[in-house]
């Protein structure tokens, strides 16, 4: 049996097993418990202590400290310039349901959480604390919810309205999505005719992140050493094929 398939199989399995896999580069984040960013336009929005949402969320990505929290129809926008390039972009969140919001409804009229990316809706869904036979539209997949109609601490004493919390970084609609523009303007707000002040009802973000993938598929990316071996390899492969067949 010839040593030349042999030869070539072992050369392709050295480049990949030296090969990297792309990873996303991260081109945003912020826990809240600084300055805000001059990336966030927060519009009416402060940052809050997030009391009973402390610790909620997985490990290495929980509330803590302080986050960003907003009045229902006040629009948070954080603008991003000079990304890498990239064909997708993720976003990366937690997000905080507060007090008495009225899902779809029709009275209380409904709130519903809105993110408009470069002009272009990507997610619009309504929340519901308030009441329990109220409709919330969201259904969050597996893993997304953290707390469901649990008092979190910025209801008035005796009120019965309650809280959630949510990792919307784990679903999957806001992971990898196509983007290669070399800035983003991302916008969130809740909208409804249901919207209250403060006193009523809120919604408030942590831990924020934006990253952004190269080659927009997770595909094995060789490293230059990579390819530089496996050229070397076809070469001497072709090399020895010569003088085989040489008279």
């Known amino acids: 049996m010839s040593k030349l398939p042999a030869l070539a199989a072992a050369l392709l399995l050295t480049a990949s097993v030296t090969a990297t896999i792309a990873a996303p580069t991260v081109v945003f984040q912020t826990d809240f418990n600084g300055v805000l960013p001059a990336e966030i336009s927060p519009g009416t929005a402060t940052l809050t202590g997030v009391q009973g949402y402390a610790g909620l969320g997985p490990t290495g990505n929980q509330f803590g400290g302080n986050f960003l929290r907003s009045a229902t129809g ?42 408009v990316f470069d002009g272009t809706t990507l997610f619009s869904e309504s929340f519901a604390n308030a009441l329990p036979s109220q409709i919330q539209s969201y259904v969050p997949p597996a893993g997304v919810e953290l707390a469901r109609h649990v008092d979190l601490g910025f209801s008035g004493p005796g009120s019965f309205y309650t809280d959630s919390a949510y990792n919307l ?52 990316i060789p490293e230059p050493g990579s390819l530089a071996l496996l050229g070397l390899g076809l070469s001497g492969l072709a090399l020895l094929r010569r003088r085989k067949v040489s008279p």
């Open 74 to 115: 006040n629009t948070v926008t954080l603008q991003l310039n000079n990304l890498p390039s990239h064909n997708t972009i993720s976003l990366e969140f937690l997000f905080a349901a507060i007090d008495s919001l009225d899902g779809t409804g029709t009275f209380p009229a409904g709130d519903f959480f809105k993110i």
């Open 169 to 220: 970084g784990a679903d999957p609609l806001f992971s990898n999505f196509a983007h290669s523009a070399s800035s983003a303007t991302i916008e969130f707000f809740i909208f409804g005719p249901g919207n209250q002040d403060l006193a009523d009802e809120s919604w408030a973000m942590d831990n924020l992140r934006v990253s952004v993938l190269t080659n927009g598929n997770g595909n094995v």
